[in-house]
T-cell receptor, first 113, second 115 residues
Framework: AQSVTQLDSQVPVFEEAPVELRCNYS??????LFWYVQYPNQGLQLLLK??????LVKGINGFEAEFNKSQTSFHLRKPSVHISDTAEYFC???????????FGKGTKLTVNP | DGGITQSPKYLFRKEGQNVTLSCEQN?????MYWYRQDPGQGLRLIYY???????QKGDIAEGYSVSREKKESFPLTVTSAQKNPTAFYLC??????????????FGSGTRLTVV
């Protein structure tokens, strides 16, 4: 079975500052990793995913994440945030060969002017 | 454009009443999922289906039922046995592993409130 820990439930930052949202996972098998964003009262939108290959993954809206197998981490980063990045972000993992996606509890990112 | 349609967007349920949430997809995906979202708890899997006429319980299936009679449709019924149904419900589908766009696509959700 897989599990995901998002280390920060809330992250406040100022506009144009860099941000890192932390995600650690546990799994006994190889994994696929995902980051999703959710705006209020909406569904989840895929930001980026790691399936295989390069450990640095680039996604939409200027976000990127790095898969670190030794530290079982998949932290999300953006060098300069905008007010419009205010949302909740979810890290998720599925085991290879599994069809089930397991989510972390989410991190609320608030970008202040 | 292909996607997942959930309806209704808002739903109110009286005590002891069964309600059904609709989920339709035109992505030609075999696998479909229902998740429940509560504040501060992330998303928890209720049921999933990998093929028509087959479905499996997720982590919190008690008080819920599903059917999968068509590839495009995966409705969720919240029964009166579900004691705390107030939540945001999300439906998702999964592309096949061999597809370049492998990953989960989500609908826009249904917010269910008990009145």
């Amino acid at each position: 079975a897989q599990s995901v820990t998002q280390l920060d439930s809330q992250v406040p930052v100022f506009e144009e500052a860099p941000v890192e949202l932390r995600c650690n996972y546990s799994s006994s098998v190889s994994v696929y990793l995902f980051w999703y964003v959710q705006y209020p009262n909406q569904g989840l939108q895929l930001l980026l995913k790691y399936l295989s290959g390069s450990t640095l993954v680039k996604g939409i809206n200027g976000f990127e994440a790095e898969f670190n197998k030794s530290q079982t981490s998949f932290h999300l980063r953006k060098p300069s945030v905008h007010i419009s990045d205010t949302a909740e972000y979810f890290c998720a993992v599925s085991g290879r060969g599994s069809e089930k996606l397991v989510f972390g509890k989410g991190t609320k990112l608030t970008v202040n002017p | 454009d292909g996607g997942i349609t959930q309806s209704p967007k808002y739903l109110f349920r009286k005590e002891g009443q069964n309600v059904t949430l609709s989920c339709e997809q035109n992505l030609n995906h075999d696998a479909m999922y229902w998740y429940r979202q509560d504040p501060g708890q992330g998303l928890r899997l209720i049921y999933y289906s990998q093929i028509v006429n087959d479905f499996q319980k997720g982590d919190i299936a008690e008080g819920y039922s599903v059917s999968r009679e068509k590839k495009e449709s995966f409705p969720l019924t919240v029964t009166s046995a579900q004691k705390n149904p107030t939540a945001f419900y999300l439906c998702a589908s999964l592309a096949d592993h061999y597809q370049a766009n492998y990953g989960y696509t989500f609908g826009s959700g249904t917010r269910l409130t008990v009145v």
